[in-house]
C-alpha cells in the first residue's frame, strides 16, 4: 500500500476540441457562411471541409476589406491555439486554400495587425 502513496503522476492531460468545436469556432465568428460552409448537420462534424469551403469565400470576398480583416485576426486567433484539429483546419485548409490566390494572401498578409499602415495610400 505504501508504495502505491510514493508514486507521482509525470504526465498532463491537455484537453483537446472535438470537431463541432471547431467549427463552431468558425461559425461564432462568421455566422453568415453558416449555409455555405454546413449546409447539411453532419458538416459539423468535417472541420476540414468547412476549412476548406470558408477559404473560398474569403477569396471570393476579397474586395472586402473589413471582412479581409476579420478574417486577419481570426486566423492569429487560430494559430495561437495549439490544439491540432484547429492547426490542421487552419494550415492545411483555410491558408492554403488561401494561399492558392496570391492577391488575397498578399491584402490578408497587410490586415493581420490592428497598428500597421495600410500598404499603400495613394502617394505616400
Known amino acids: 500500500m505504501d508504495q502505491d502513496k510514493d508514486k507521482t503522476v509525470n504526465f498532463v492531460i491537455v484537453p483537446t476540441m472535438t ?29 476540414t471541409v468547412v476549412y476548406d469551403t470558408f477559404s473560398t469565400i474569403v477569396i471570393e470576398r476579397a474586395d472586402d476589406p473589413g471582412f479581409l480583416q476579420s478574417v486577419a485576426f ?26 492558392a490566390e496570391e492577391e488575397v494572401a498578399r ?12 500598404a499603400s495610400r495613394g502617394g505616400e
Do not use: M, T, W
Not at 487560430?78 to 492547426?87: F, G, M, S, Y
Not at 491584402?107 to 495600410?118: C, G, L, T
Open 74 to 99: 481570426f486566423i492569429d486567433e487560430l494559430a495561437e491555439n495549439k490544439d491540432r484539429l484547429v492547426q490542421q483546419g487552419l494550415i492545411v485548409c483555410l491558408l492554403e486554400g488561401i494561399a
Open 19 to 47: 470537431e463541432r468545436e471547431v467549427v463552431c469556432l468558425l461559425l461564432d465568428r462568421f455566422p453568415d457562411v453558416r449555409d455555405r460552409v454546413c449546409p447539411e448537420e453532419y458538416y459539423f462534424e468535417l472541420p
Open 107 to 118: 491584402k490578408i498578409e497587410h490586415n493581420d495587425s490592428p497598428f500597421q499602415e495600410p
